[in-house]
């Protein structure tokens, strides 16, 4: 069910990467399996399913230091990143890794884009991320068709407690309704 990158043979070859056999790779062979092990592949975002920052983003430690994901995802695919730029994502999901969904910013516009798309709000920690009826019901259908509730949290930037009372809220019911039919 799950396709990690790795597992789809990515790790050195991502895709619309055109720089990678030029660029400077910051990770070795091992992090570099280590890392792209942690991506869940989809037709449109590549979700970080590893450690996650309380605003979404992906965790990764190299080298004993915890960075961004999506930061070294980018600089595998085109290079050092400039002092004082930051990497930002097209695509507005921050657990986001597909190189081709990031670009580069500065600080100041990372920081209108998050105000702007009021990203800072809807991190994963306060549990204000938005999820309407119709996501709950493809949630508890994602799950019941066996997908990871880490991947289906990556996939709406929230917490995997969140999937997980959604997912057992259906349960719950579901085993009140047999009780009741038995009875
Ligand atoms: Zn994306």
Redesign the pocket.
Known sequence: MISSAVGLGLARAVPHCTVLSRGRIVLNATDSQRFWNKVYVTA???LWIGARHEFGYGWFELNGKAQTAHTIAFAECYGPIPTGMNVC???D?PP???PN??FLGTQQDNLSDMREKNRHQKGETNGHAKLTEQDIETIRQMYSQGTFQRVIAAQYGVHQVTISKIVFAKELAARLIVRHNRA
């Open positions: 449109n975002c590549w994502h097209e695509c999901n986001c890794v597909r969904h990031l």
